[in-house]
């Protein structure tokens, strides 16, 4: 016979089923049980551990409607709110539970994780901390510490952190994971790989340490184990939306497209709102031409955005999608909202001078053989080391066995060389303060391997982006300018970008001098051109080749019997691609001439055998055109309303052929149209190229460093006078008379 307070043999059978693991049985056996406290606590962990959290919910609430002194209840409530993402109803959970025992490291434990949740990095770094006091002996808060640390920037003492649980528990495969991931955020591939491979070992079930060691595997070219890992990880935990679309990002690195847009696309049918994943696919689409595809995921992208679930994009991807200056700026500014840690403001100080050297920091991944190094090379030598000390932040990842010589001569040319990949983003801040940098200039915006971080932490009191991204960087109080032109950025498109424009007077691109043209030009034949006939060219990427431009292109071909289009030659399926839809426009497959990589002095010696140079709509050639201006190729442009879309008319402005941009696609296909009929004015406007490129603004190295030291005293001025940032048309500095 059952005693008044003894439990009833449904509650005790649950219990054990409870403790089996059977928790659908739980939910049978207390199915037509009185919503007791024992049957309401039993049913919110059964449901809960079937992922069934609403009904998890309904039972954790009625349970704290009867026992509102039940530490346990509060906290299984607010574990349930935080699954169905009802963030601030959870630390309102937590917070009744504290009340109830401010000691329980549990209701620390779980408020972390939920701030966590919230990107509240620093308050969840607290709770952690503050757990680690009331459990000293327990690795797990110490691993979540460690974690906020991580998420903070704080590599070095996230690093630290996870070490010392390691020190005293090193079979604790969790934290061997999270070793990983601090060391793959630092890109220490090799120590990354090491750590994860020892959590996978201690623990085989570490699903999300297969798929994590896949996208280090991928990041080093090794795609075959990417694979095999990502798809254990996945075996694994086949609802895993994060290890399904991880599978579909390594498929994309490895070029295998039809693989990463199958599991891409089923991680947006499980979540619609997954935009890493759209952003992938976008991509995808863009760079191998499938512009179906690229249009219905634009859509979907645009319906996200209208719903405010546009949270992790790729902004590269972004440049070459037909969206307006205001659309870029108020996604790239979400983007980075959701990613970055709020900007740091320089602390406010009287009596700023102008030191005798203004000390300008240059932070970039790309000193070395790459467009950005090979643009500026000569400019980094032109600095008025008088007036101007230079200092390289270098965060790429280089052996030195085999340094190239390009990063050689940049090395060269700065005052000081730092390199500071090993170092997290915020000490890169802090050793760039501790130099006395004057002005940070960043050279990479969202490209590859670029380190934005560093200037939410302050690295000096003015910081602008320079040359390497074409748009806004949307990180209103880090990024104080965005060096451009007047031409590049009109005055009436400056509500467009989040920073303050400083506009030079000629363009916005240095050039150097010292690129070679290779002496051997190549035979049209040699090149698998035809010997005679009109050759269109376009050696921008294929991701900036859109539906509606080819189609222009397709037109020109049509009116032009013996021409061809000469396009850089990307992956197989773009071609394939650009090849079917130019014989549905009744066009044959030889009309399209692919051009393989070359070294860049054979790159430049083959641009003799075109006739002109057909530039992109939305992205416009960027140093691509500068190298087909420097080799004497004419370049017929259109102006658009974005920065991508008006590099080729900044640039044919300064290299005195404004006759070459085009207002709109349809004057662009006119002005095609003519200039291939008229051999005579192409023939003039190469003469031109060739009787002025060593005076025309575009290749005056020299001219360009006068003018943006001026725009970095200009910007200092005001600082200097206690004015914060606002745009500055830096005036043309006359050339001395002999």
């Not at 992208?301 to 969206?323: D, H, K, M, T, V």
């Not at 005052?415 to 990949?421: G, L, M, Q």
């Not at 052929?657 to 003039?684: F, G, H, K, M």
Request: proline share 7%; aromatic share 8%; hydrophobic share 45%.
């Amino acid at each position: 016979m059952n005693t008044p307070n003894a439990p009833s043999p449904a509650i005790m059978a649950a219990r054990q089923a409870l403790q089996s693991g059977a928790y659908a049985r739980v939910t049978a056996l207390l199915a037509d049980q009185p919503p007791t406290p024992d049957a309401l606590e039993l049913l919110g962990l059964a449901w809960g551990r079937q992922g069934q959290w609403a009904q998890a919910l309904r039972c954790q609430q009625a349970l704290v409607g009867q026992a509102p002194g039940q530490l346990a209840a509060w906290i299984n409530l607010a574990n349930t709110q935080a699954e169905l993402g009802q963030l601030d109803a959870a630390l309102d959970s937590l917070a009744r539970a504290e009340a109830i025992d401010p000691a329980q490291p549990a209701v620390h434990y779980n408020r972390g994780n939920v701030q966590g949740k919230r990107h509240a990095w620093q308050d969840a770094l607290a709770s952690f901390e503050r757990t680690a006091q009331l459990a000293p002996g327990h690795p797990d808060p110490q691993c979540n510490r460690a974690a906020a640390l991580r998420e903070l920037g704080r590599l070095l003492e996230a690093k630290a952190a996870v070490e010392a649980v390691l020190a005293q528990y090193p079979r604790h495969a969790q934290a061997w994971h999270l070793l990983g991931t601090v060391l793959h955020r630092q890109g220490d591939d090799a120590l990354a790989l090491d750590a994860y491979r020892r959590a996978v070992a201690l623990m085989p079930t570490l699903a999300e340490a297969y798929s994590n060691l896949a996208q280090v595997l991928a990041r080093t070219r090794r795609y075959e184990e990417a694979i095999a890992n990502g798809r254990r990880a996945l075996a694994l935990d086949p609802a895993s939306v994060a290890a399904r679309r991880a599978l579909g990002i390594v498929f994309d690195m490895a070029g295998q497209l039809k693989e990463a847009q199958s599991l891409l696309e089923e991680v947006r049918r499980q979540d619609p709102d997954d935009s890493l994943a759209l952003s992938v696919l976008l991509d995808e689409n863009v760079a191998s031409c499938q512009w179906d595809a690229a249009e219905r995921h634009l859509a979907e992208f645009r319906a996200s955005w209208a719903r405010g679930r546009i949270e992790c994009l790729r902004p590269w991807g972004l440049l070459p999608l037909p969206l307006s200056g205001q659309e870029l700026k108020r996604l790239t500014e979400a983007t980075m909202e959701a990613q970055l840690p709020p900007a740091v403001p320089w602390p406010a100080r009287q009596g700023w001078q102008r030191p005798a050297r203004l000390r300008i920091g240059y932070f970039s991944a790309d000193f070395h053989r790459h467009a950005t190094a090979i643009l500026m090379a000569g400019m980094f030598e032109a600095h008025d080391k008088a007036r101007f000390e230079t200092v390289g932040f270098c965060f790429g990842r280089y052996d030195s066995r085999s340094e190239d010589p390009m990063r050689r001569r940049v090395r060269a040319a700065f005052d000081r060389f730092e390199t500071v990949s090993e170092l997290a983003s915020p000490d890169i801040a802090a050793k760039a303060r501790s130099l006395g940098i004057d002005v940070a200039v960043d050279l990479k915006g969202y490209t590859r391997d670029n380190r934005q971080e560093i200037f939410s932490h302050r690295a000096a009191p003015i910081q602008m982006h320079y040359l390497g991204y074409p748009g806004t960087l949307g990180m209103p109080g880090a990024i104080d300018y965005l060096i451009a032109d007047q031409v590049l950025v009109p005055p009436s498109l400056r509500a467009d970008y989040s920073e303050k424009i400083i506009a030079l007077p000629d363009s916005y691109q240095v050039n150097d001098r010292q690129r070679p043209v290779a002496e051997l030009t190549p035979s049209r034949a040699e090149l698998g051109l035809p010997e005679r006939g009109f050759v269109f060219c376009c050696f921008n990427n294929n991701y900036k080749i859109t539906r509606d431009l080819f189609a222009l292109w397709m037109q020109l071909l049509q009116a032009r019997p013996g021409s061809v289009l000469w396009l850089l030659e990307g992956s197989p399926t773009a071609a394939a691609n650009l090849r079917a839809v130019a014989v549905a426009a009744g066009m044959g497959e030889e009309r399209l001439v692919f051009a393989r990589h070359l070294p860049l002095s054979q790159h430049l010696a083959r641009h003799a055998q075109a006739d002109l140079f057909l530039d992109t709509l939305y992205c416009n050639a960027h140093t691509t055109a500068s190298d087909a201006l420097w080799a004497g190729l004419p370049v017929l442009t259109c102006a658009g309303q974005t920065f991508a879309s008006r590099v080729g008319a900044s640039l044919l402005t300064a290299c005195g052929l404004p006759e070459l941009i085009a207002a709109n696609p349809r004057e662009y296909l006119d002005l095609a149209l003519a200039l291939s009929a008229d051999p005579a004015r192409l023939a003039a406007l190469r003469q031109r190229l060739e009787n002025t490129r060593m005076r025309a603004p575009l290749f005056d190295t020299e001219r360009f460093t006068r003018h943006i030291e001026r725009a970095y005293d200009m910007a200092w001025e005001r600082f200097e006078r206690g004015l914060p940032p606002d745009h500055i048309n830096v005036p043309l500095i006359e050339p001395e008379r002999p």
